[in-house]
Structure formats: structure tokens, C-alpha cells
């Protein structure tokens, strides 16, 4: 992803993960990129347009439209212009989502997987450059959500506080984490992944973390003598705990589809149908809206519909939610046809796709280059080569230079070009790709980091990409890779020759734990750009009917070909093959197999060879879904792009793969929805739009005895990972001795945390502005109320701490102060930070202006 934001009129492009994200603010209503390091941060006073493209075999694109909620109509109307703008410009193939704070889809937060976070004010109060080493920070984030988690910066101050939730007090050197007594595992898990991504992308992994438990605070004395010190002696009870926001989907609702035209010359939205819907209503010369009950808003583009039409759909779901009288907050989808998302495909009763083939030679691609007007918004700089970046999603051709190192004793080895595309899961490593845009030197700097590796080397690999980002003058995209999540562009660099050893090490004098035992190896891919080889368990049941697969043994070396693979894979898997191993290959067909074949297996098991995954388009793509019957309705909230990490052991999910429907229950699934979990299924083909067969099987599937019928629909599929990975008391255990966090930050007379000789503690925050938190005076732990009110700065001049002017009404604010003028009070630093430029560029700026920033910085 790249994210922009605004400052100043220069547009570009920052490949990262696999697509694009970008925002635009309201000063001079422009597109800037805005850092990696502050991806996941939103505030609150901004729009954001978000573009991602998906992992999947036909590369979708969605453009997310994201509005803050104190942020501008001028601010939400600019965003929405750039929408249009950037979706024509793609040939309309974008699926269009509009996201309002606190109310996101559940596609637009499985982006962030550790977490959203909510940042007070907007980036025009003070644009910042991202510096990952500052740690005079103070804030509180409030964490709610346990799938998708949302973080809200919250006052520093035990009121804040509630029973049933976790908060992050983040001190910069140190992260406090205190979950409520009445919190779960999976959220305490949660923040503590949220934790330490903050920790390793904003501090370059050098904060530590230390863990309170709500209810047994008196087990945490050192880490609760930095949290008395920080935010005073804790009077009365805390509050109780708040709901949690009911974010799910639920299908039970009435659908109905609307026609959408203006040939009278006026707008006329007239109903047509309620479900179940069939596609044959849809007419390509018209626009349609899906009313989803309300839940949800999708609008339908055909081929054939005017310009004017096509262009102006965003706006009309907006009109059509206003008139309706639903929230402000209800989702909008705006797709063109053929472009159609997994979930507008599901509420039809039949779905076929028209005219499209497999490969790169379509007969028809809703994501062809436009000829469009860039009057306002020029995306030819957003792209060095737009014929790939919108084709082939890529930044450019791979054709650059390579270097490639691993994390070895914490430091860098750099590697030899010949083993270049070969990671192992016990390692980590960096990849710097260098390239040319417009003349200029451009660099990718991707973190691999197994699955297998410890936090030490996770830790070292993400120290080491800050020297590197330093040696290059911060000009480096960093881009965080998780093993087994590769993107198109890292596939890419390596030629078709990226293989995955799924643990072990590559470091030379290391005895690999499976050398000397047969390996196998899935071969995924159709060219060079996105081919690439896993290893999987050497068992029957990891084969597949759709893949290649590499069996390498001391003996033989078998080259198995699944009926349901191309010629093309299979091409691209001899490819993988020899570079993975110099031994003649003996091909093998699928059902034609020799005894000593199975033998090196450990002999014949059912794998996933239904004829249905020999399909490579089905009709309907897989869902999966976090199920609950909380309310007695079925809910259910959605996972994007799912893999088996996805499978929460502590839920039941349900998969959906149209013609049969699963059940996974996790083994720590509360005995209610184990029970229920039938019932539910049969009550979501019940109420689900597109009218489904009641007779449709539901298969109940329970954690560690899936069949290969289930497994089958994630990609390498690991049947010994439930026995591995780390629950949230491992991971607690692993955060290090409580004494060390103490002694760095709890001697409260020579410390970071003594700031009486300061104005104010401020956070620097990715991307924004500076936030004024608590101060802290040692053993008196005085709060700023109680500091001096003039503090002295620069040449002398009189200044006041902000938090006395922020917000305040004049009745509030201390004798001798216009309100008017507050700005005056402020320090140099202070009036940057606040209003984003300096005094003589602000005072130059119109009254209104002005007075518009203020208003932004609490300063009216």
C-alpha cells in the first residue's frame, strides 16, 4: 500500500503490500503519501481514499472512501471528486466502498490486521515527517474489538478507564498494556499484537512492553508504580464495562433492487425486485441500487449506462441513504459490471460471469487504461508506468536490482545472489529492490519474517531496516512481509525462483531438522511474476488436484502434475523444481502413481480433489465468516482474504462455499455456539438473500480433524499448526523481565517520565499532529492544571502549555488570555505542531482561513 495525505501539490506513488492507500486532506484539497510507518492511523478531522488490490487470482481492485467524523464537507466532497477521478481513470474497474469512522467494513479492516487507531484532530493541525526513533511520547488508546480492533486515543487519565476493556498507556520507551477484569483472551491477544506493531513499526523495535492484569493489579507493583506515576493516585471505582459495537452483518433483512435513470432528464429510482434477485435484471445500459435492509448499499454500473450516470453513483447511494433516512454511517459499494464483488454476487440466486478467460489475455478487462481529463487530479504521477501499475499491479517490471540479507546473531549477513528467493521460516530477512522513476533512484526495502523465527531476530530485522532506511536518507518504501503473505511485486523480483522452506535455517554450518527426509513442495503460479513454491507436510493429504507438487527425496525426485493444473503451471512448476533441486525429475500423473510414490508419503490419504476446485473462476468465490447468535439472530462478520491463520480457535466459523457450507469450531469455543452452531447454519441459509437451498449440506468440522474437502480451500494448509504458535500467556511470558522495564522509566526523579522543567509532553504521531497528554512531576504527581501556566521558550518569550488553551471555553481559559487570539500563547514549537506552519505562513493565509485551522486545533 502507499498512503497519501496532504502537503503541498506533489503527487506520488509508494508500492507497499499489495495494492495502494492514499488520503486527502482539506488544505488545498491535494493527494500526498503519507509514511508506511502511519498506515492503520486515522484521524478523526480527515478523509482518506484508500486503493487496494486483492490477492486474488483476477488481482480486484477496491477504492475505499474513508470519512472521519469531525472532518469537512469541502474535505468529504474533494475525496469524493478524487473517487471518480481515480476509478475512471482505472477503466471503472475499482469496486467503490464508503467507510465512516467507527463503522468500517470488515474489508477495510482486514488491511490493518493488528489494529485501526484513532487519532484526535487532523494532519492540517501539524503534517509531520514519521521518525521512528522519538520517544517523548504520552497517549492512552482505548482498545475495543476482538476479530478486527479499533483503537481510540482517549485522555490520560484513570477516568478513561472502564472494567471491560484493555488500554495502551504508550510512553515511547515503554507500553503499558491493562486489560480489564472482565476482558477475554482473544482481546488481551489482540492488544498485544497491536502493542507490538506499534512497538516494532513506530519505535524500530526498541520499546519494551509490560502487561497489567486488571484484576490482579497487585501482581504488577513495578508496572503499577509507572502507571500511578504517570496518571496519579486512583480514586473511587472504575467505571463498568462499555457493549462492544455491534458491527456484524446481518442478512436478515429484505433485499430490494432499485432502477436508477435519468433520461427524463431527472433523477428516477424506481423499485424492480426483492429477493430473491436473479442476474437477468440487471440491464448494462442502466444503473441499479441493492438495498440490503438498510445494512448495506450497493450500486451496479453497466457497460452501457451515460457517463453521467456511471460518474455521478457515489453521490446518488448517498442521496438514496439520506432519503431512506438510514444512518449516515451505512456502507456504500459502487462496482461496474463485471467487476462485481464476492459479496454483491452472493445476493443474486445465480451468478455467471460474462465474458472473461483466464490469463493475461482477457476478452474483455473493466481494468483497461482510460483516456480521461486530469484537470484537477493527474494520476500519470502517481505512476511511473501506468500500463503496469493498473494492468499488472505492479510498481514496475521487477527488472531492478536485488540485494538480500539475513538476520544472523541480530546482524546483517548479506547473502550470495545464488541463493537469492530462497527464505526459510526460521529466519528473517531484508530485501532492498532498487529501481528508476523518471531518472530518479527508488527503493523498496521488504521485511521477510518467518513464521518460525524468534522475536529477537522479528525484533533485529525490524532495528536493522531503520539503519538501512537511514543509510538511504529515508527513502526506502518499507514493506513488512509475513511468511506465506507474499505480494505480487516481492513474487515478482525473484524470476519464478521464490521458495518457501517451511522452517530450518539457511545459515551455512546448520543442519536443517528435515534434511535426509523426503520434502514436498506446492507449486503455485502461472508465470515468473507470480509463481512460487511452498513446502508443505510430506503427507497424501497436502496434495491437491488443482497444483503442481515437487516430492524430493534422497532416492528419487517426483514431479506430480493435479488434473486440474494448466499446461502453464505446470511449465512453471518444472521451472520451481529444477531450480530447487539438480535430480532428474520423474513425472508423475495425477492417478497414475507408483507404489513407492505413496510409500514416501507415508502411504495413500484422501486430499482435496474434488472436481470443484479444479474450477479456477467458480461461480461464487469462498466465504468465510466469525459467527455469533448473541441476540437470537444470526450474525455474522465477514473475513477478507482469508488464509488458516484466520480460523480463530476460540470461535466457530462458517465457510461457505456455496454448494456445502462448514463449520469449524474452534476447541476453545464457548459450549453455546458449539451447540448452536447447527441451528445457526440453518438460519443463515434461512435469511440469506439469494434464496438458497435449505437442502444444502452443512458439514460441522471441529479444530484439528479438518477434512481434506475443507483444507482444501486455503492455500498450504499446515495440519500440525495447531500444535504450534503462541497463545497469549506464551506471548505475555516472552515480553521480558517487568525489573528492566522499571528500571528504565520508574526512577521519578531522573527519568523520562519527570517532566517538570517541561511545557508539555507532546506525541509526534505517524503522520499528524502533536497531542497533548498528562505531565508528570515526580513523587507529587502533580497534573498540568497544577504546573506554572508560563513556561519560557526560544528567545525568552512568554509561552503557555496548550493544554490550558485547547478546547476551552473562555470562562476556562487563565486570566489575561483573548480568546481569540490563542494561538499568541503558544510556544514556536507549540504553533507549528498545532496549525501546520509557521506564524509569518499562517498570518498570511485569509481570516477564514485561518480561522478554519483554528477550529481544527481546538484553538477557537
Not at 513464521?451 to 525484533?459: P, S
Not at 521464490?498 to 534434511?515: A, M, Q, Y
Not at 482435496?608 to 437470537?632: I, M, Y
Not at 480433524?705 to 495440519?719: I, K, L, Q, S, V
Request: hydrophobic content about 35%; proline content about 4%; some cysteine.
Amino acid at each position: 500500500m502507499a498512503f497519501f495525505g496532504k502537503k503541498g501539490g506533489k503527487k506520488e506513488l509508494w508500492l507497499f503490500s499489495n495494492g495502494f492507500m492514499s488520503t486527502t486532506y482539506e488544505m488545498n484539497m491535494e493527494m500526498v503519501p503519507v509514511d508506511q510507518q502511519a498506515f492503520g492511523n486515522f484521524f478523526e478531522g480527515d478523509c482518506y481514499i484508500v486503493l487496494h488490490e486483492s490477492n486474488d487470482s483476477a488481482h480486484s481492485k477496491n477504492i475505499h472512501y474513508w470519512i472521519g467524523n469531525t472532518s469537512s464537507q469541502d474535505e468529504q466532497g474533494a475525496a469524493a471528486i478524487y473517487v471518480t477521478q481515480l476509478d475512471e481513470f482505472l477503466g471503472g474497474s475499482p469496486i467503490q466502498h464508503r467507510e465512516v469512522q467507527g463503522c468500517e467494513s470488515s474489508k477495510f479492516q482486514s488491511y490493518f490486521k493488528n489494529g485501526i487507531i484513532y487519532k484526535k484532530g487532523g494532519v492540517a493541525s501539524g503534517f509531520h515527517h514519521v521518525d521512528v526513533n522519538v520517544y517523548n511520547i504520552l497517549r492512552l488508546l482505548h482498545i475495543k474489538g476482538r476479530k478486527h480492533v479499533k483503537a481510540t486515543e482517549v485522555p490520560v487519565s484513570w477516568n478513561s478507564f472502564n472494567n471491560g476493556d484493555i488500554f495502551l498507556l504508550d510512553m515511547g520507551k515503554v507500553i503499558v498494556q491493562w486489560n480489564g477484569p472482565q476482558s477475554n483472551r482473544r482481546e488481551k491477544l489482540k492488544a498485544m499484537l497491536l502493542a507490538q506493531d506499534i512497538r516494532d513499526r513506530e519505535r524500530g523495535g526498541r520499546a519494551q512492553i509490560g502487561v497489567v492484569e486488571g484484576g490482579d493489579e497487585g501482581d504488577s507493583p513495578e508496572l503499577m508504580k509507572i502507571m500511578t506515576a504517570v496518571l496519579g493516585q486512583r480514586v473511587g471505582q472504575l467505571k463498568e464495562a462499555i457493549p462492544d459495537d455491534n458491527t456484524s452483518i446481518d442478512q436478515s433483512g429484505s433485499v430490494r433492487l432499485y432502477h436508477v435513470s435519468d433520461a427524463s432528464g431527472s433523477l428516477v429510482v424506481q423499485e424492480v425486485a426483492t429477493q430473491p434477485l436473479t442476474q437477468d435484471l440487471l440491464n448494462s445500459s442502466d444503473c441499479y441500487i441493492v438495498d440490503q435492509g438498510g445494512a448495506s448499499i450497493a450500486v451496479w454500473k453497466g457497460k452501457g449506462a451515460s457517463s453521467e450516470e456511471r460518474s455521478a453513483a457515489l453521490g446518488r447511494a448517498v442521496g438514496f441513504i439520506k432519503a431512506k433516512n438510514y444512518p449516515s454511517s451505512t456502507n456504500v459499494e459502487v462496482m461496474a459490471e463485471g467487476g462485481e464483488s464476492a459479496m454483491f454476487k452472493h445476493l443474486f440466486k445465480s451468478w455467471k460471469d460474462k465474458n472473461q478467460s483466464q490469463g493475461l489475455g482477457r476478452t474483455y478487462s473493466v481494468g483497461k487504461i482510460a483516456n480521461v481529463s486530469q484537470e484537477k487530479f493527474d494520476v500519470m504521477e502517481l505512476h511511473a508506468r501506468p500500463e503496469l501499475a493498473a494492468q499488472q499491479r505492479m510498481v514496475d517490471d521487477a527488472s531492478g536490482e536485488v540485494q538480500v540479507w539475513r538476520i544472523e546473531n541480530l546482524e546483517l549477513q548479506e547473502l550470495h545472489p545464488s541463493s537469492y528467493g530462497q527464505f526459510y521460516g526460521g529466519d528473517c530477512y531484508l530485501i532492498l529492490y532498487t529501481y528508476k522513476r523518471t531518472n530518479q533512484l527508488q527503493y523498496i526495502l521488504y521485511m521477510w519474517l518467518g513464521r518460525h523465527a524468534t522475536q529477537d531476530e522479528i525484533t533485529a530485522c525490524a532495528y536493522q531496516a531503520v539503519n538501512v532506511d537511514n543509510k538511504y536518507n529515508g527513502a526506502p518504501v518499507q514493506v513488512r512481509v509475513t511468511m506465506g503473505k507474499e505480494p505480487r511485486h516481492f513474487m515478482a523480483i525473484f524470476k519464478g525462483k521464490l521458495i518457501i522452506f517451511e522452517g530450518g535455517t539457511g545459515r551455512p554450518g546448520v543442519v536443517t531438522p528435515n534434511s535426509g527426509n523426503a520434502r514436498l513442495f506446492q507449486m503455485r503460479g502461472t508465470h515468473e511474476f507470480n509463481t512460487k513454491a511452498t513446502e508443505v507436510p510430506a503427507r497424501a493429504s497436502s496434495l491437491n488436484s488443482n497444483d503442481v507438487f515437487l516430492l524430493n527425496t534422497d532416492r528419487v525426485c517426483y514431479l506430480w502434475y493435479g488434473k486440474g493444473c494448466s499446461g502453464d503451471e505446470r511449465q512453471m512448476g518444472k521451472y520451481v523444481a529444477d531450480v530447487l533441486t539438480k535430480q532428474d525429475k520423474q513425472v508423475v500423473m495425477e492417478g497414475q502413481e507408483p507404489a513407492e510414490f505413496w510409500v514416501e508419503l507415508g502411504g495413500k490419504a484422501p486430499y482435496a480433489s474434488d472436481k470443484r476446485f479444479q474450477v479456477q473462476e467458480p461461480a461464487h468465490n469462498p466465504r468465510l465468516f466469525e459467527c455469533s447468535n448473541q441476540t437470537g439472530r444470526f450474525l455474522m462478520t465477514e473475513v477478507e482474504d482469508f488464509a488458516q491463520e484466520d480460523l480463530d480457535e476460540e470461535d466457530v466459523m462458517l465457510l461457505d462455499t456455496w454448494e456445502e457450507l462448514f463449520l469449524w469450531i474452534g476447541q476453545s469455543a464457548n459450549d453455546y455456539e458449539s451447540k448452536e452452531a447447527y441451528t445457526s447454519a440453518v438460519e443463515y441459509l434461512k435469511t440469506h438473500p439469494a434464496g438458497r437451498d435449505p437442502g444444502t449440506p452443512i458439514i460441522t468440522v471441529k479444530q484439528g480433524f479438518e477434512p481434506p474437502t475443507f483444507t482444501g480451500w486455503f492455500n498450504a494448509w499446515d495440519t500440525h499448526k495447531w500444535s504450534g504458535g503462541n497463545s497469549y500467556e506464551e506471548m505475555k511470558n516472552q515480553l521480558g523481565d517487568v525489573a528492566s522495564i522499571s528500571q528504565i522509566t520508574v526512577n521519578l526523579k531522573n527519568t523520562d517520565l519527570n517532566l517538570q522543567n517541561r511545557a508539555g509532553w507532546g506525541y509526534s504521531a505517524p503522520g499528524g499532529p502533536v497531542t497533548s497528554t498528562l505531565n508528570v512531576s515526580g513523587p507529587g504527581n502533580k497534573t498540568k492544571a497544577e504546573q506554572p501556566l508560563i513556561v519560557i521558550s526560544g528567545a525568552n518569550a512568554p509561552s503557555m502549555n496548550p493544554q490550558l488553551l485547547l478546547n476551552r471555553t473562555p470562562d476556562e481559559l487563565p486570566a489575561g488570555v483573548d480568546p481569540g487570539k490563542r494561538e499568541e500563547y503558544l510556544s514556536d514549537a507549540d504553533f507549528e505542531a498545532r496549525l501546520g506552519s509557521s506564524r509569518a505562513d499562517f498570518y498570511r493565509l485569509p481570516k477564514w482561513r485561518q480561522n478554519h485551522l483554528k477550529k481544527l486545533a481546538g484553538l477557537f
